[in-house]
């Protein structure tokens, strides 16, 4: 079910800012930018070892990480687990109770099935399981 984690969200303001720190003063590399509309979020990807770390910066004050900004400020909005089926880990978690956000998987940047867990039934992190587009049956 789960394989390993796939990604730590991380909410910025500005991409363009936060760059200037994971880049320069930590020598990662960005693999690329992505708007992903339906979450109305600007993404920015960078591997370390087998984990990578996605910065979320909102494209609408809509925007639940424009949300999160708000409340919380800057920092690790989620954490994100790959699975190899997506549904199947969604229907563990419901049999186990736990609240989900999203019934059925969503498109997520990268053309992954996501879906996430409300952080009131997993101790307060928000938690999203992701599916690569080639694991669908």
Same mark, same amino acid.
């Given at each position: 079910m789960i394989t390993k984690i796939a990604h730590l969200g991380i909410a910025v303001r500005s991409i363009a800012t936060? $760059?200037? &720190?994971? *880049?320069g003063a930590l020598g990662l590399v960005c693999e690329g930018e992505e708007v992903v509309a339906s979450q109305q979020v600007r993404t920015a990807l960078f591997t370390v070892g087998?984990?990578?770390?996605?910065?979320? *910066?909102?494209?609408s004050p809509e925007s639940p990480i424009a949300k999160f900004l708000d409340t919380k400020g800057e920092g690790i909005h989620h954490i994100a687990y790959a699975t190899d089926n997506i549904d199947a880990q969604l229907q563990a978690a419901r049999e186990q109770g736990l609240r989900l956000i999203?019934?059925?998987p969503i498109i997520g940047a990268g053309? %992954? $099935? &996501?879906?996430?867990?409300?952080? %009131?039934?997993?101790s307060g992190v928000l938690t999203e399981f992701c599916e690569e587009e080639n694991h669908r049956a």
């Open positions: 936060a $760059r200037l &720190v994971y *880049e087998d984990t990578h770390i996605e910065l979320l *910066e909102p494209t999203h019934e059925t053309g %992954k $099935r &996501v879906a996430f867990l409300h952080p %009131k039934s997993t």
